[in-house]
């Protein structure tokens, strides 16, 4: 199954635990969801969502890899940040499900990661047993 999320920012932080939770099938009880992000330019994590850590996450990533640094790709694309972004991240995680749930811990949550935005990203979602 794929679920697509529209991110609205050239770096933005989108949490996806509850469009997750629904591609879960009905009848689904214990195994494994794994959500895998179809692009180079965006990541998945697991982590809290709350807005204060959002910005420093940010904050981290623009500091860490700054936009237009000289990088030999933005002669192309003018997005080599977003690339390079992505190495620090994950394209895929995978989180137990029990009894049809995700089996997250309290303050955690599945977010998108966008690095290259605003746009459309493709996920592909496999729950398995």
């Given at each position: 199954?794929?679920?697509?999320?529209?991110?609205t920012?050239?770096?933005?932080?989108?949490?996806?635990?509850?469009?997750?939770?629904?591609?879960?099938?009905?009848?689904?009880?214990?195994?494994?969801?794994?959500?895998?992000?179809?692009?180079?330019?965006?990541?998945?994590?697991?982590?809290?969502?709350?807005?204060?850590?959002?910005?420093?996450?940010?904050?981290y990533?623009?500091?860490?890899?700054?936009?237009?640094?000289?990088?030999?790709?933005?002669?192309?694309?003018?997005?080599?940040?977003?690339?390079?972004?992505?190495?620090?991240?994950?394209?895929?995680?995978?989180?137990?499900?029990?009894?049809g749930?995700?089996?997250?811990?309290?303050?955690?949550?599945?977010?998108?990661?966008?690095?290259?935005?605003?746009?459309?990203?493709?996920?592909?979602?496999?729950?398995?047993?």
């Open positions: 199954m794929s679920i697509h999320v529209e991110t920012d050239r770096l933005d932080i989108v949490d996806i635990t509850d469009e997750l939770q629904q591609a879960i099938p009905d009848g689904f009880g214990d195994g494994l969801c794994t959500v895998f992000v179809q692009h180079t330019t965006a990541g998945v994590v697991v982590n809290e969502h709350e807005t204060r850590l959002l910005g420093d996450i940010e904050r990533l623009k500091e860490l890899v700054p936009h237009e640094d000289g990088y030999a790709h933005d002669d192309l694309d003018g997005n080599a940040d977003s690339h390079l972004r992505t190495l620090l991240l994950d394209e895929s995680v995978s989180v137990p499900v029990r009894d749930t995700l089996a997250l811990g309290t303050w955690q949550s599945i977010l998108l990661v966008e690095c290259d935005g605003p746009r459309t990203r493709s996920l592909s979602v496999t729950c398995t047993s």
